[in-house]
């Protein structure tokens, strides 16, 4: 079982924050949570992720994000696109492995549920966070690449 790091936590600025996003595929299926009820946001269906810390780069960003929500450990395979969202973050969208025996395993402070989505279902899905469609239209519209067919 992977060890969670401890939480860091630190004042977060209202507008100009910055995260990343990670993109997991598995079988053409993606890697989504449902976030907990005690987050921004609860209940929402997103990629996992989370705010660069201080010092940081995207890529340790990304390993310690997903050691922290769903105790797996990722190879920041590319970065794949980068959105602003309505409230000014800047994201970062990186590619990532998780070798196939590992299964996440939620911190339920953070991750609710934790769903293996096709696109059609992702395409369908309500209680989605903004993003996540128009990370799926930059893709279709060949904005990104992914090892996966649209």
Avoid: Y
Avoid at 19 to 26: P, Q
Avoid at 108 to 128: H, K, N, T
């Amino acid at each position: 079982m992977v060890q969670r790091p401890p939480k860091i936590t630190s004042p977060k600025p209202a507008h100009g924050r910055r995260g990343v996003v990670a993109v997991i595929l598995r079988e053409e299926r993606f890697l989504v949570i449902r976030r907990s009820q005690h987050v921004t946001a609860p209940g929402k269906l997103c990629f996992p992720g989370g705010g660069i810390e201080p010092g940081e780069t995207e890529e340790q960003t990304l390993q310690r994000e997903m050691l922290e929500e769903l105790a797996i450990e990722v190879d920041p395979v590319r970065l794949l696109w980068r959105s602003t969202t309505p409230w000014g973050t800047k994201l970062a969208w990186w590619l990532a492995d998780v070798p196939p025996a590992m299964q996440p395993d939620p911190d339920p402070s953070e991750v609710e549920e934790v769903f293996w989505m096709s696109r059609l279902e992702l395409q369908d899905a309500e209680e989605i966070l903004p993003s996540v469609p128009q990370f799926m239209r930059a893709w279709r519209t060949g904005k990104l690449s992914l090892p996966i067919n649209w």
